[in-house]
Protein backbone atom coordinates (compact mmCIF):
# COMPACT_ATOMS: atom_id res chain seq x y z
CA UNK A 1 0.00 0.00 0.00
CA UNK A 2 1.07 3.62 -1.12
CA UNK A 3 -0.71 6.11 1.17
CA UNK A 4 -0.36 9.68 -0.27
CA UNK A 5 -0.97 13.11 1.72
CA UNK A 6 -1.40 16.14 -0.22
CA UNK A 7 -0.82 19.67 1.16
CA UNK A 8 -0.81 23.40 0.15
CA UNK A 9 -3.89 24.08 -0.85
CA UNK A 10 -5.64 27.02 0.12
CA UNK A 11 -7.42 30.51 -1.28
CA UNK A 12 -5.63 32.70 -3.42
CA UNK A 13 -6.77 35.89 -5.97
CA UNK A 14 -6.95 35.13 -9.92
CA UNK A 15 -2.95 36.04 -11.02
CA UNK A 16 -1.87 34.46 -7.65
CA UNK A 17 0.21 30.90 -6.83
CA UNK A 18 0.39 28.13 -4.65
CA UNK A 19 2.48 25.02 -4.38
CA UNK A 20 0.94 21.84 -3.61
CA UNK A 21 2.86 18.88 -2.26
CA UNK A 22 1.73 14.80 -1.88
CA UNK A 23 3.76 13.15 0.56
CA UNK A 24 3.95 9.30 0.11
CA UNK A 25 4.42 6.76 3.07
CA UNK A 26 4.21 2.69 3.11
CA UNK A 27 5.45 1.11 0.38
CA UNK A 28 8.70 1.94 -2.02
CA UNK A 29 8.25 5.12 -3.92
CA UNK A 30 10.32 3.33 -6.21
CA UNK A 31 8.82 2.71 -9.96
CA UNK A 32 6.09 4.94 -9.02
CA UNK A 33 4.66 7.06 -11.75
CA UNK A 34 2.59 10.29 -10.01
CA UNK A 35 -0.46 12.39 -11.76
CA UNK A 36 -2.30 15.32 -10.67
CA UNK A 37 -6.14 15.56 -11.18
CA UNK A 38 -8.37 17.79 -10.11
CA UNK A 39 -12.23 17.95 -9.58
CA UNK A 40 -14.38 20.90 -9.32
CA UNK A 41 -17.83 21.66 -7.96
CA UNK A 42 -20.31 19.47 -10.49
CA UNK A 43 -17.60 18.25 -12.61
CA UNK A 44 -15.95 14.98 -13.24
CA UNK A 45 -12.20 14.70 -12.52
CA UNK A 46 -10.01 15.72 -14.85
CA UNK A 47 -6.43 15.33 -15.57
CA UNK A 48 -4.01 17.99 -14.73
CA UNK A 49 -0.28 16.82 -15.03
CA UNK A 50 1.56 13.65 -14.18
CA UNK A 51 5.45 12.70 -14.17
CA UNK A 52 7.50 9.76 -14.67
CA UNK A 53 9.36 8.10 -11.70
CA UNK A 54 12.64 9.35 -12.83
CA UNK A 55 11.25 12.84 -13.28
CA UNK A 56 12.95 13.32 -16.69
CA UNK A 57 9.24 13.19 -18.30
CA UNK A 58 6.13 15.26 -17.86
CA UNK A 59 2.61 15.61 -19.46
CA UNK A 60 0.63 18.74 -18.65
CA UNK A 61 -3.39 18.91 -19.48
CA UNK A 62 -3.47 21.79 -22.05
CA UNK A 63 -5.96 23.96 -19.73
CA UNK A 64 -2.23 24.42 -17.02
CA UNK A 65 0.28 24.20 -19.87
CA UNK A 66 2.83 26.98 -19.18
CA UNK A 67 1.68 27.74 -15.80
CA UNK A 68 1.59 24.75 -13.45
CA UNK A 69 4.43 22.86 -13.22
CA UNK A 70 5.06 19.15 -11.93
CA UNK A 71 8.36 18.01 -10.08
CA UNK A 72 9.19 15.55 -7.50
CA UNK A 73 11.67 14.76 -4.73
CA UNK A 74 12.60 10.73 -4.62
CA UNK A 75 14.55 11.29 -1.71
CA UNK A 76 11.79 13.14 0.27
CA UNK A 77 9.09 10.72 -1.25
CA UNK A 78 7.04 13.81 -2.58
CA UNK A 79 5.67 15.46 -5.39
CA UNK A 80 4.92 19.05 -5.92
CA UNK A 81 2.31 20.83 -8.48
CA UNK A 82 3.74 24.52 -8.86
CA UNK A 83 0.37 26.62 -9.75
CA UNK A 84 0.99 29.70 -11.35
CA UNK A 85 -0.93 32.60 -12.59
CA UNK A 86 -3.93 30.83 -11.48
CA UNK A 87 -7.46 31.53 -12.55
CA UNK A 88 -10.94 31.39 -10.91
CA UNK A 89 -11.76 28.12 -13.11
CA UNK A 90 -8.89 26.54 -11.35
CA UNK A 91 -10.81 26.31 -8.63
CA UNK A 92 -11.00 22.59 -7.72
CA UNK A 93 -10.28 19.83 -4.87
CA UNK A 94 -7.10 18.44 -6.04
CA UNK A 95 -5.84 15.01 -5.89
CA UNK A 96 -2.56 12.92 -6.36
CA UNK A 97 -2.37 9.37 -7.50
CA UNK A 98 0.68 7.37 -7.50
CA UNK A 99 0.92 3.71 -10.31
CA UNK A 100 3.56 1.76 -10.73
CA UNK A 101 4.87 1.69 -14.71
CA UNK A 102 4.45 4.53 -16.94
CA UNK A 103 3.33 8.05 -16.81
CA UNK A 104 -0.16 8.39 -17.92
CA UNK A 105 -2.90 11.05 -17.67
CA UNK A 106 -5.46 8.70 -17.23
CA UNK A 107 -7.01 8.72 -13.38
CA UNK A 108 -7.99 4.95 -14.36
CA UNK A 109 -4.77 3.73 -14.82
CA UNK A 110 -3.62 4.94 -10.59
CA UNK A 111 -4.20 2.53 -7.82
CA UNK A 112 -3.51 5.03 -4.97
CA UNK A 113 -5.06 7.93 -4.14
CA UNK A 114 -4.82 11.40 -1.72
CA UNK A 115 -7.60 12.64 0.04
CA UNK A 116 -7.64 15.98 -1.76
CA UNK A 117 -6.91 19.37 -0.78
CA UNK A 118 -8.56 22.46 -1.58
CA UNK A 119 -7.95 25.25 -3.74
CA UNK A 120 -9.59 28.21 -4.24
CA UNK A 121 -9.03 30.92 -6.48
CA UNK A 122 -10.97 34.54 -6.28
CA UNK A 123 -11.52 36.98 -9.23
Known amino acids: QVQLVESGGGLVQAGGSLRLSCAAS????????MGWFRQAPGKEREFVAT????????GYADSVKGRFTISRDNAKNTVYLQMNNLKPEDTAVYYC????????????????WGQGTQVTVSS
Open 26 to 33: GRTFTGYA
Open 51 to 58: IAWSGGST
Open 97 to 112: AARQGHYSSSSYLYNY
